[in-house]
């Protein structure tokens, strides 16, 4: 068919030609086109991930990438929004910056405590949660926690908050004996009339545990908050669409039949070089044994000749060295068999279907491949620029969406029972909660591809007005400034103590001055 043919204004509508006649996709809803085949394609991506060292290499470089070691809250209180609210004017920058220092103390209290109280199996710090959580929604689809209340833990030598996380496998949120989804019940969410999602319904025991098959068909209703409006369930996922209760899949799902079929490929070719490296050499003979006797019958003189062969090569085992020698009988010849693998075009084929992957998920082709033979500076810095607009933006979503609701929940918490810088006549957390809890995330920064070019840049960008030194520290480095700020003072005090010549970095400071230990943050 013709371009602008005349049969559909669009040729994206056509019907009839040869190349859209039988693609007729059905038009499904939001949850329907998921939920339905969710068990399915999730179980297919966790197998890739497992087994397959591209789909892991997708899902560890972009969790490394967005969530790393060390996710954290940085406290930024909406002061302007509290001053404004209450008329109060000890609400300016600088309570702010005592309050989220002290805030962030506490924080970290809880969620570096070695006795891993903050989670409610008592294995990991909340930064690994998060990144546990995270690895789930990227392969998964969703993230899922609950936010527990545990005052028996809390006492001496123990736990000193009773919040706790519990991180939830997103298998064990369906559907009550999973019964397809209905009106306000869409995969295990269950939702109000405008699809805001009230409650959610979780498995007791995952439905794979065996050991626990009774808890496994039993479901609780957990309700999405308390009355108060603190966090119960914590749900986070990318939403594709308008009214949609359940994640995408995760990232792998638009390419998983490529990576699939790129893994048999590659099967295949090792399979054949294997064959080809054992089979390398063969001898050819004008007769065999079996074959002369079917084609002739018994002939003592053919069969002789076939003995004599046999009793030659059993003789004439003769070497040179440690090497034997090769003594053929009359009418026989070597032959070798020429390894044409892997095929001559396998490499451009495996390059070409690791950019249709990176490009599916998010990630730049060598950080799947490791492969950095074929890229300079530039081409390397345009691409993980790319590539790091969508690391920035997972972050931000993921914070948003998992990480916030989390602190906010300690924040509640904190303001009760710890001593927080607040002015006289401050309102309670609950009536200016959305102004206290206001944080900003930090993730592992960009790093470094050229580090003088890119220090020089980041110089010239604070001396010029340009970038703050805040941003410069959590962008390239991933670290908070005052941290390095407040280092640096105690390493030009350090140097004075001990009459060392102060680096070119210091000479802009005052050395001879007292300089205080820095505060708790």
Known sequence: MLVGGGNVPYDAADIYGAHMAEWRPYLWSPDGELNMYRDRIVSRVRDL????????????????????????????????ALRATTGIKAFDHVWAEEFGQAAEAHWRTWSNDPGRYCDAQRNLTVAQMMRLAFRHKIVDGDALAMLLWLPERVGAGRAQYATTLQI???????????????????????????????????????????????????????????DWGRPVIVHDFDHDRAAQHRGGAGILAPVLQRLKMLIKYDGT?????IVNAIFGAYIQSPFDPDLVEEAFGDSEKLNAYQ??????????????????????????????????????????????????????????????????SDVNYSSYRAAMLEAWKTFSRRRSDFAHGFGQPIFGAFLEESMEVDDLPLPAGAPSYMECRVAYARTKWMGPGKGFTDPVKEKQGAILGLDGGLSTL????????????????????????????????????????????????????
């Open 269 to 273: 070719e090792l399979d054949a070089a």
């Open 168 to 226: 939830i496998d997103p298998d064990r949120l369906s559907n009550p004996q999973l019964r397809f989804d209905q009106q306000v019940m869409r995969g295990g969410v269950e939702v109000d009339e405008y699809g805001a999602a009230v409650a959610y319904h979780i498995r007791r025991a995952h439905g794979g545990d065996w050991f626990s098959a009774a808890q496994a068909v039993h479901w609780d209703r957990i309700p999405r908050e308390t």
């Open 307 to 372: 003995q004599e062969r046999v009793d030659f090569h059993d003789r004439k085992k003769l070497s040179l060295g440690d090497v034997r020698m090769p003594i053929l009988f009359p009418g026989e010849s070597i032959n070798t068999v020429s390894a044409q693998r892997p095929n001559s075009n396998f490499g451009e084929f495996e390059a070409a279907m690791l950019r249709n992957v990176a490009a599916g998920t998010g990630v730049s082709t060598q950080q799947i491949s490791q492969d950095w």
């Open 470 to 521: 805040e941003d410069e520290c959590a962008d390239l480095m991933g670290t908070d400034w005052r941290e390095v700020a407040e280092r640096r003072a105690i390493e030009a005090a350090r140097y004075k103590e001990l009459g060392l010549p102060q680096p070119k970095w210091m000479s802009g400071a005052d050395a001879t001055e007292t300089i205080s230990e820095p505060s708790a943050a």
């Open 49 to 80: 991930v497992r087994n397959d060292g591209w789909a892991s290499a997708a899902v560890t470089r972009t969790v490394d990438t967005v969530i790393g070691a060390d996710f954290r809250p940085i406290s930024k209180p909406d002061y302007a």
